[in-house]
Nanobody, 125 residues
């Protein structure tokens, strides 16, 4: 079963950058669509960005347009979320999730069968 591991979270000041990684140490990710979700306590988990197995990206959160970029390195079996110009409202636990078939990037979290444990991102001065 696919296991995903997120890393790269932390604390940063507003305007700063972080790069999150979603790795599959025991599997190859190249056939999966991988999405990033985020969740704030007391709120629904929100889809942010997704990348298909073919490398096409889908942006589901207007608030991150022009600031967040999703990419993948199949040789490293890793998907990245580059987050720039971070704002306090980006503070959340960020999760990556995997979906098959890889050509699809569903927005609903219920469509994803494989999840990482989450990594905390805190944006604060």
């Amino acid at each position: 079963q696919l296991q995903l591991v997120e890393s790269g979270g932390g604390s940063v000041q507003p305007g700063g950058s972080l790069r999150l990684s979603c790795a599959a140490p025991e599997f190859t990710l190249q056939y999966y669509a991988i999405a990033w979700f985020r969740q704030v306590p007391g709120k629904e988990r929100e889809a942010v960005l997704c990348i298909t197995s073919g490398g096409s990206s889908r942006n589901y959160a207007d608030s991150v347009k022009g600031r967040f970029i999703i990419s993948r390195d199949n040789a490293k079996s890793t998907v990245y979320l580059q987050m720039n110009s971070l704002k306090p409202e980006d503070t959340a636990v960020y999760y990556c999730a995997g979906n098959l078939p890889g050509r699809l990037c569903p927005v609903a979290q219920s469509a994803y069968n494989y999840w990482g444990q989450g990594t905390q991102v805190t944006v604060s001065s």
